[in-house]
């Protein structure tokens, strides 16, 4: 990575940050033995930190994904709504799909499903339909590229949504341009199992492993088309060092509370 990335990726990261505290404000729970025992700085900073947790994909990851994904993308999106139509013979093929996956008829081949939907993109009858916003989007030349951003351990009950929506994206994509070149995926920005893999077995079958779901250093060196990840961290400590003195005086303010 070079050294004018790197500082963009800090400043995103920075950015991010101080616009997280703009808009946050501490729970009004009262939990009043914690607060004794820790005091109200501990207090306000575990709130805080419970709420970027929560929003880490979109305060964080979201924007980082954007400064890093390399020239060869030609149009960088996040929160981008999906187009909005799927005719019938689309949604029955997604749910024939989802049948054979969910029964184990079938393993995940991700090219195989996508000419299945191709093939019927634009016949019988066009809903107009809402879908799940595409959490990063970015288009080459002659590809569309559109991500799920998940958390490190994603709810292994929603794994089947996860599938249908990446379906239906490809259904809705394919309805207005038929000859698309598609490329959908699930991306997880770490691996909580570190230094073991990650535990992708929990997705077997349902997707399309390897090519359907990126963890980690996959993920971020594809946006940069690069191996970046270890410079990557390293931009994440060097937004936190100069940070430090900022977070520090702001959660002093609940002390005196």
């Keep these: 990575m070079t050294e004018i990335k790197k500082q963009e990726i800090i400043n ?13 404000s501490p729970e009004t729970t009262s939990m009043p033995f914690h607060t004794r025992l820790l005091g109200k700085d501990r207090m306000a900073l575990f709130s805080f930190l419970q709420s970027l947790n929560t929003t880490f994909g979109t305060t964080i ?23 909005n139509i799927i005719c019938d013979e689309a949604h029955r093929c997604i749910q024939q799909i989802m049948d054979e996956l969910i029964t ?33 989007c970015l288009k080459s ?7 799920d951003v998940k958390t490190g351990k994603p709810n292994i009950g929603g794994f089947k949504e996860f599938k249908r929506t990446l379906l239906e994206w490809v259904a809705s994509e394919l309805y207005v341009n038929p000859q698309a070149n598609i490329v959908t995926g699930v991306a997880i ?69």
């Design 189 to 257: 920005p770490y691996n909580p199992y570190e230094p073991k893999p990650y535990e992708r077995w929990t997705m077997q079958g349902m997707f399309d492993l390897p090519k359907e779901v990126l963890v980690a250093d996959e993920w971020w060196n594809f946006l940069a088309d690069d191996i970046i990840f270890a410079d990557l961290l390293g931009c994440f400590e060097k937004a936190g060092i100069e940070l430090r003195e900022e977070i520090d005086n702001y959660f002093m303010r609940f002390v005196q509370r």
């Design 12 to 24: 995103t990261i920075i950015c991010s940050i101080r616009g997280k505290f703009e808009k946050y």
């Design 104 to 136: 184990g008829t079938t393993l995940s081949n991700k090219e195989l499903e996508i000419e299945k939907l191709r093939k019927v993109c634009q016949k019988g009858k066009p809903h107009t339909v809402k879908l799940t916003k595409i959490d990063v």
């Design 61 to 83: 990851y979201e924007p980082v994904a954007l400064a890093l994904a390399s020239e060869h993308f030609i149009i960088k999106e996040r929160q981008k709504a999906p187009n």
């Design 141 to 147: 030349a002659d590809t569309v590229y559109m991500f």
